[in-house]
């Protein structure tokens, strides 16, 4: 069993930045892809941002050029997240793919965006 933990997250004003991060317990390497999913609510959980083991990244196109998603070299996953708007309110989660089969979820953390 893997365990996702998150921390960063809170409010910050409109334009603001926010660097979130998960920690797994065991090496980030060890996934096949590493990613972050957002909910906001009364909407269905999105795909914001992943990378492959072979540090191909993706993005929506809602957050391109805003957010960034990295790892280190043990065990924690981030994504920065710059020129923040409200729209970006939702409870962000983590997420570790091992193989088709099997994934997990960190607990996820609110961020709220707001004047």
């Known amino acids: 069993q893997v365990q996702l933990v998150e921390s960063g997250g809170g409010l910050v004003q409109p334009g603001g930045s926010l660097r979130l991060s998960c920690e797994a317990s065991?090496?980030?390497?060890?996934?096949?892809?590493i990613a972050w999913y957002r909910q906001a609510p009364g909407k269905q959980r999105e795909l914001v941002a992943s990378?492959?083991?072979?540090?191909?990244t993706s993005y929506a196109d809602s957050v391109k050029g805003r957010f960034a998603i990295s790892r280190n070299l043990r065990n924690t996953m981030f994504l920065q997240m710059n020129s923040l708007i409200p729209e970006d309110t939702a409870v962000y989660y983590c997420?570790?793919?091992?193989?088709?089969?099997?994934?997990?979820w960190g607990q996820g953390t609110q961020v709220t965006v707001s004047s």
């Open positions: 997420n570790a793919l091992v193989n088709d089969a099997v994934r997990y």
């Open positions: 065991r090496g980030i390497f060890s996934f096949k892809v």
């Open positions: 990378m492959t083991a072979g540090g191909s």
